[in-house]
């Protein structure tokens, strides 16, 4: 059952929510095949500035006041391009957070960036491919000014010495789900969402850690991801790729070879390389980068 409540000046507001929250409710349960609590309810309030949280059975959805002073667009988890992005990642919280805890402030990761990555996913189900770049390239902006101040596995303690939140949120929330989005594309759509199944259904109502979530996609996938793990969630570098191709023709049409060169340590990750024919025909290839040299060799009939 969903419920929504609000004061008389949000009343209106929390109407116009009811929809989205029913719809993003109905959205993961079908993801994970089952929602962790029978009730859920809504509770639009007033605020200075947007947010909101979210403990079991229900959520707070804070509703910025007209007449804040303060402004909230130069904020990692600012998505102007699509206000239900906070209501989707404060639902998502009732899977991740709630119906799975973290173990201790290093895990926070697995209950905000897990909950950042599902409002992503419902923003692509609910308006395309368009939204998620758009996103998506946010959340790598913001990542890549912030990266070397701490890896993802420092929770809540990234920018606390130096009082600027802004980095905990670059890395907690959104490097997060960037890393998540890459391990999908490392281990394919199937395996991913099988080891965040296997992953809900052992830790339902307890706590976990990264290895518990290292551990079910391993399962799922039959790869073993501990460097993945290694270099993203517990490391602060960024790997640093050079990239060439050829093309020589083929029987059927061309064969256009990939090839990337890692500098230094050696990341796994997925790389999207487009290929444009001369009559505008297009391709997406996603390139598995897991050595110092990886080629791939590509045939297409343009």
């Not at 500035?49 to 402004?71: E, I, K």
């Not at 670059?170 to 395996?191: F, P, Q, T």
């Not at 109502?205 to 990264?210: D, I, L, P």
């Amino acid at each position: 059952t969903l419920s929504v409540v609000a004061n008389p000046r949000q009343e209106g507001r929390g109407r116009s929510l009811r929809a989205d929250a029913a719809d993003m409710l109905r959205y993961y349960a079908s993801l994970m095949g089952t929602a962790p609590y029978p009730a859920f309810t809504l509770a639009v309030t007033e605020a200075q500035l947007p947010g909101g949280h979210s403990p079991a059975y229900f959520a707070v959805l804070n509703q910025p006041l007209p007449s804040s002073p303060f402004t909230w667009r130069n904020d990692p988890v600012n998505f102007n391009g699509y206000p239900p992005f906070f209501l989707a990642h404060e639902i998502a919280h009732q899977w991740w957070g709630q119906g799975v805890g973290w173990k201790n402030y290093h895990e926070q990761w697995l209950s905000e960036g897990l909950a950042q990555y599902f409002a992503l996913l419902y923003a692509t189900h609910d308006r395309g491919p368009g939204l998620e770049s758009d996103i998506l390239r946010q959340m790598r902006n913001w990542s890549l000014r912030y990266s070397d101040q701490g890896p993802i596995y420092l929770g809540y303690r990234l920018g606390h010495v130096q009082g600027r939140h802004q980095i905990f949120r670059a890395i907690v929330y959104n490097k997060s789900a960037e890393v998540l989005h890459m391990l999908r594309r490392l281990v394919g759509d199937d395996a991913f969402f099988d080891g965040l199944r296997r992953f809900y259904k052992e830790y339902t109502y307890r706590k976990a850690g990264s290895d518990d979530l290292r551990r079910a996609m391993e399962a799922a996938s039959g790869v073993s991801l501990e460097r993945f793990f290694e270099r993203w969630i517990y490391g602060v570098d960024i790997p640093r790729l050079h990239f060439s191709s050829r093309q020589q023709a083929a029987p059927d049409g061309t064969l256009v070879t990939l090839r990337f060169e890692q500098e230094g340590e050696v990341f796994d990750v997925p790389v999207t390389v487009t290929l444009i024919g001369q009559s505008g025909e297009r391709r997406d290839v996603v390139v598995k980068v897991t050595q110092a040299v990886t080629e791939v060799a590509v045939p297409i009939d343009f």
